[in-house]
């Protein structure tokens, strides 16, 4: 298939490669014209700009853009210029970060000129084009079902993942790594409370060895102190533990380069979904008190760092490769809200 990417950071560009690795032609367009040229040199065609990458897609079959843009503004801006110049029967695909009430007005916007709308929560970061990404699919199953070369591409396959005992389902689109969880929305919605529990995630392992590190701390009892070796800790959970995971594999590898981790702040930025999720959470009357905690302690980091917040900062790094100082301090803010739609 042919397909066109707007957006070639950290997550756009190596998807891309993926995509050409599986035998797909991508038609890629970004401001920076050193990312363009990057992916060119690899194989893809650069577009000088959004309307010259529409020309190159052509109109002679449906044409398929994907947006791997920062949420809000950017992500809205672009949604409203290509509605502009596609053609029914079309497809948008945002992959980035968007809150999910956002893609259910724009699809329904889109859908006034007859064009399809698709919101794809991505899991994989960095890793992905080596991994592949976890893909969660909202929309119209015209268009996802269409686009289903592109989706198994990107996601990770089967891999050498044990299948679950007593799975039974006629799709095995989830055991390959992705999965068409609903109309428009749905796919983000999906992506937001698996970062919400990302962040629950991650938080207990951040206590978890800062407890560790100090086992060694003067207010305890002399023979009750002991001086722990947290590379090694992480490395024998990883190994067999009822705890292991992705996560922790990431919190191994960055004790294991600096068990001080003197490289990092311990500022925690937060990009959004866990704030949704403990809305979701309070619209739906729904417990939900790790999550709610881990985000507040995010924006306590801000003021006050420990050696869990170095841990939680480093695992961002490790997975995202979000560098401490370098995200604006709040996500951006959403784009005026349709008349009657919820708070």
Same mark, same amino acid.
Do not use: C
């Given at each position: 298939m042919q397909i066109g990417i707007i957006? @070639?950071?950290k997550m756009g560009g190596?998807?891309? !490669? !993926? @995509?050409?690795?599986? #035998?797909h032609r991508c038609v890629v367009f970004a401001r920076s014209q050193a990312s363009r040229d990057a992916l060119a040199k690899d194989g893809a065609t650069a577009a000088v700009s959004v309307e010259d990458m529409v020309r190159i897609l052509g109109a002679k079959t449906p044409r398929a853009i994907w947006l791997m843009l920062p949420e809000g503004q950017a992500t809205e801006e672009t949604v409203v210029q290509l509605s502009g110049l596609l053609d029914p029967d079309d497809v948008v695909i945002d992959g980035g970060n968007s809150f999910y009430k956002d893609d259910i007005r724009r699809a329904k916007k889109l859908a006034e000129r007859r064009i399809h709308y698709v919101d794809c929560g991505t899991s994989g970061g960095v890793w992905g084009l080596e991994r592949g990404y976890c893909l969660m699919i909202g929309g119209p199953k015209e268009a996802v079902d269409r686009l289903d070369p592109i989706f198994a591409a990107l996601? /990770? #396959? @089967? #891999?050498?993942i044990p299948r679950t005992p007593n799975r039974k389902s006629d799709d095995s689109r989830a055991e390959r790594g992705y999965i068409h969880a609903g109309p428009s929305g749905a796919g983000h919605f999906v992506?937001?409370?698996?970062?919400? *529990?990302?962040?629950g995630l991650m938080q207990a392992y951040a206590e978890g060895f800062d407890i560790l590190r100090n086992k060694v701390s003067k207010d305890l009892p002399e023979d009750q102190r002991f001086t722990l070796n947290l590379p090694d800790i992480a490395e024998v959970w990883r190994r067999g533990s009822v705890i292991s995971s992705w996560l922790l594999d990431l919190s191994a590898a960055a004790l294991a380069q600096d068990p001080q981790l003197q490289g990092f702040s311990g500022f925690v930025q937060d990009s959004g979904e866990g !704030?949704?999720?403990?809305?979701?959470? *309070?619209?739906? +009357?729904? +417990?939900?008190?790790?999550i709610t905690s881990a985000l507040y302690t995010r924006f306590r980091s801000r003021q006050k760092h420990t050696f869990a917040e170095k841990i939680l900062s480093a695992m961002r790094f490790?997975? %995202? #490769?979000?560098?401490? %100082?370098?995200? /604006?301090?709040? /996500?951006?803010p959403k784009p005026p809200k349709s008349p009657g739609s919820a708070a």
């Open positions: 957006g @070639l950071g190596n998807m891309t !490669r !993926r @995509l050409m690795k599986a #035998g996601a /990770p #396959g @089967l #891999g050498d992506k937001m409370v698996h970062n919400g *529990i990302e962040y !704030r949704w999720t403990v809305e979701a959470a *309070i619209e739906e +009357s729904v +417990s939900a008190e790790v490790g997975f %995202g #490769g979000h560098v401490e %100082g370098a995200e /604006p301090h709040d /996500p951006q």
